[in-house]
């Protein structure tokens, strides 16, 4: 009965090794998985910021927001700059 239960136990702890194993390599897999997708997507959006007309809409985005602030909060910046005196 002892050998039977000493060997029930080295069966359990070498299923409970290949487990962990396995559970290690899956987790080793999708992080390469995920850095791999990073790259790729790091690599688009870099080509797409080296695209002449999407800085150009970039810009045109950026001042159109940078005039909408006072709009946003107009009791905050006076309309004239001679408000500033």
Same mark, same amino acid.
């Given at each position: !009965?002892?050998?039977?239960?000493?060997?029930?136990?080295?069966?359990?702890?070498?299923?409970k090794?290949?487990?962990?194993?396995w559970?290690r390599y899956?987790?080793?897999l999708r !992080?390469r998985?995920q850095?791999a997708?990073?790259s790729?997507?790091?690599?688009?959006?870099?080509?797409?910021?080296?695209?002449?007309?999407?800085?150009?809409?970039?810009?045109?985005?950026?001042?159109?927001?940078?005039?909408?602030?006072?709009?946003a909060?107009?009791?905050?910046f006076?309309?004239?700059?001679?408000?500033?005196y």
């Open positions: !009965e002892a050998f039977e239960l000493k060997q029930k136990s080295a069966a359990a702890a070498e299923i090794a290949v487990l962990d194993s559970v899956e987790a080793s !992080e998985e850095k997708l990073a790729y997507l790091m690599e688009r959006v870099m080509a797409q910021l080296r695209d002449q007309k999407t800085q150009q809409e970039i810009l045109i985005q950026s001042i159109e927001d940078v005039e909408n602030i006072p709009r909060a107009p009791d905050i006076p309309r004239n700059i001679s408000d500033f």
